[in-house]
């Protein structure tokens, strides 16, 4: 049973804080994803990697970047948080072979940001 | 541009009656479609794939490349699908497009 674990349901951060999600995934999967989910915009790709210390920006990647020193964890990084940044954020793990493959998502971190 | 369209953000039946959660897509080359469902205070999970043409829950969905279009339905909803319900169009490198989502609410 594949288990993506993200290291806090909710946070509240001030405003020009530095801020850590850290995802952690046990299926030892080549692909990792960083995501947020907004009412009306449905999920939106952030940060991407397909293999340690490789990383690909998704379609919204401004102010966040992303580590990946171990195959099994990935964090999100937010440089200096503001509060637009207030969002639910997803992590979803794959494997990266055979094809187009199921992504298996965390329960989500909550971010409040004032 | 490709993309996912879900025009309903929310969907309201009664138990027993059909439901249709409309999908269109856009893509340039052979789509790999998928729908995700979310049920409430869960996390985010694969209800089912185009490829595996399986029916999940009583939920089918058929590829239709002429009007691009990837339908989730089922003929008589349940009380326990009341969720939020997420197209996703593969692309790249085991990438996701998802499209913006559809509450599906099933009234006793």
């Known amino acids: 049973d594949v288990k993506v674990t993200q290291s806090s349901r909710y946070l509240v951060k001030r405003t020009g804080e530095k801020v850590f999600l850290e995802c952690v995934q046990d299926?030892?999967?080549?692909?990792m994803f960083w995501y947020r989910q907004d009412p009306g915009l449905g999920l939106r790709l952030i940060y991407f990697?397909?293999?340690?210390?490789?990383?690909e920006k998704g379609d919204i990647p401004e102010g966040y970047s992303v580590s990946r020193e171990k195959k099994e964890r990935f964090s999100l990084i937010l440089e200096s948080a503001s509060t637009n940044q207030t969002s639910m954020y997803l992590c979803a793990s794959s494997p990266g072979h055979g094809g187009m493959n199921e992504q298996y998502f965390g329960p989500g971190t909550r971010l409040t940001v004032t | 541009a490709q993309r996912v369209t879900q025009p309903e953000k929310l969907l309201s039946v009664f138990k027993g009656a059909p439901v249709e959660l409309k999908c269109n897509y856009s893509?340039?080359?052979?789509?790999?479609l998928f729908w995700y469902v979310q049920y409430s205070r869960q996390r985010l999970q694969l209800l089912l794939r185009?490829?595996s043409r399986e029916s999940i829950k009583g939920f089918t969905a058929d590829l239709n490349k002429g009007e691009t279009s990837f339908h989730l339905k089922k003929p008589f909803a349940q009380e326990e699908d009341s969720a939020m319900y997420y197209c996703a169009l593969g692309h790249g490198f085991n990438k996701f497009y998802f499209g913006s989502g559809t509450k599906l609410n099933v009234k006793p």
């Open positions: 990697s397909y293999d340690v210390k490789m990383k």
């Open positions: 185009h490829i």
């Open positions: 893509y340039s080359g052979s789509p790999e």
């Open positions: 299926m030892d999967h080549e692909n």
